[in-house]
């Protein structure tokens, strides 16, 4: 790949980089110098965090050696694979039975298939000397949300000491045998509120799928990581979080996760029928809990892409991912950098800057390529893989082995992730699990449906007009004159 970079850059005509000196260049590359300088920061925080910080916070939770402590497993499984239940929960109860203490599996699940499955795998794991009890949630299949809301008012009829730690895991993510024994020690500190682990996925489709999720996971490894240097992270994962069983029965907290909604000044009142990481997340925010970042701990994924297409998948996941995210963006910044940190309020507000500057190199050299230089785009093209190979060289600090194609995908993830996130910003209300038929209801006044839909189509069109504008005032094709 470098030989192919130094091939192309030394291909092109000289004329080619007088695009460089011209003002097309120095707009791209003030936009880049943000964009890559906010990287290495990341990048650098990280670094700090894994080699340095994280190895003292160990020591010190390690020192305590709590012992004998109550620790609960919550597992929720809807329309997942039979396979996939046998190996979750074949983890689930390994992990409590290897726990310090007394240990709870708790299942919430919709199918009376799920139910059988998993008693037979309780009784022959668990003997009855051992101190693993089992507790099964029948609920009907109407959400996520529904299904951790009743698993968390089981556990709180089982009155856990205010020392007992609560794993939330989903139903297609194995745990380690020690999850507990690694992470409940951080709780020594009564300001740590949940934590969260390190992931990789073993994908149950095409190639590319493959390569795309072990790309996502390296990169959210150093995020993480770097966020965890501020001891509270951007989010706490559906797919394995552990929480402080204090804050797992407290009906507040109870109610956040059940049931919860935005009052968006466009779109009126609407609830989060997705995001249940999200709504738990924003709760600990908002109450001034810590939430660390484990990232010697890991957690497998199994994942099944929702349709063959990749790009179809890819589109549908982050319709969700990002939605999540940019739902609970706007008031996670109004809490304010004084009650959370300034570094994770800038962060936070950074993901609403993003979706617009990630797009801003890309336009702005088809505009200059159309209007000013037909090499423009070529030039692009050699920046975009010399710098991609840069960042895919970053990410062995978080994986021993990358693919070749992700340089090309973490332009893809860049590009077309943006633009998902701009028509995710103007349709916040619409949701739908990958996994699920359930969707946010309709308001009943049709009229007000279509409205609202036009509405939303009309502010997306004009920001994309103000993009374009913008970006050909930044490399010279049109000037503002005075009035």
């Known amino acids: 790949m470098v030989l192919g970079i130094a091939v192309a850059a030394t291909s092109l005509p000289s004329q080619a980089y007088a695009i460089i000196d011209s003002k097309t260049g120095l707009a791209i590359g003030l936009i880049g110098a943000w964009r890559y300088g906010w990287g290495i920061l990341h990048f650098l925080r990280g670094t700090l965090y894994r080699a340095h910080v994280y190895p003292r916070m160990k020591r010190a939770a390690m020192a305590e050696k709590r012992k004998g402590f109550a620790s609960y497993f919550l597992v929720t499984s809807f329309r997942i694979p039979t396979e996939t239940t046998i190996e979750v929960y074949r983890a689930a109860f390994a992990a409590a039975l290897k726990a310090p203490g007394p240990a709870t599996v708790v299942a919430s699940i919709v199918d009376l298939s799920d139910q059988r499955i998993i008693k037979k795998l309780y009784a022959a794991m668990v003997a009855d000397t051992d101190p693993v009890d089992l507790v099964i949630v029948r609920i009907d299949g109407s959400g996520k949300r529904d299904a951790l809301a009743s698993g968390f008012r089981a556990i709180a009829r089982l009155f856990p000491a205010p020392d007992a730690m609560v794993a939330v895991i989903d139903g297609d993510s194995v745990v380690p045998d020690d999850l507990v024994e690694k992470c409940a020690p951080f709780f020594h500190d009564p300001k740590v509120g949940a934590l969260t682990t390190d992931e990789f996925a073993e994908v149950r489709g095409k190639w590319i799928f493959q390569q795309w999720y072990a790309l996502r996971f390296a990169q959210r490894h150093i995020l993480m990581s770097s966020m965890g240097l501020s001891r509270r992270v951007l989010t706490l994962t559906g797919r394995m979080s552990m929480f402080r069983a204090s804050i797992i029965c407290n009906p507040d907290f109870v109610a956040q996760v059940e049931v919860d909604f935005i009052d968006h000044p466009r779109l009126g009142r609407f609830k989060f029928l997705t995001g249940d990481d999200k709504s738990s997340w924003f709760w600990l925010l908002r109450n001034g809990y810590q939430m660390l970042y484990l990232p010697d701990v890991m957690i497998k994924t199994i994942e099944d892409p ?124 619409r949701q739908k699990w990958t996994r699920q038929n359930t969707t946010l209801a309709k308001a009943d006044r049709s009229w007000l449906v279509s409205y609202r839909k036009f509405e939303s189509k009309l502010y997306q069109s004009v920001s994309i007009l103000a993009l374009i504008t913008a970006c050909s005032v930044m490399i010279g094709i049109t000037t503002m004159s005075r009035l």
């Not at 423009?376 to 960042?391: N, Q």
């Open 306 to 429: 929702p349709t063959e297409s990749f790009f179809g998948s890819a589109a549908m996941l982050m319709v969700r991912w990002y939605g999540n995210m940019l739902r609970t963006n706007r008031r996670a910044l109004a809490l304010g950098p004084r009650r959370i940190g300034y570094f994770v309020w800038w962060a936070i507000l950074d993901q609403r800057m993003s979706m617009w500057t990630c797009l801003i190199g890309a336009t702005s050299a088809i505009l200059a390529t159309l209007l000013i230089s037909p090499f423009t785009i070529l030039v692009y093209g050699v920046w975009i893989l010399a710098s991609r190979y840069a960042i895919t060289l970053s990410l062995f600090t978080a994986r021993r082995q990358i693919s070749v194609v992700a340089p090309l995908l973490l332009y893809f993830n860049q590009i077309f992730g943006s633009a998902m996130k701009v028509f995710i910003f103007f349709h916040l209300d």
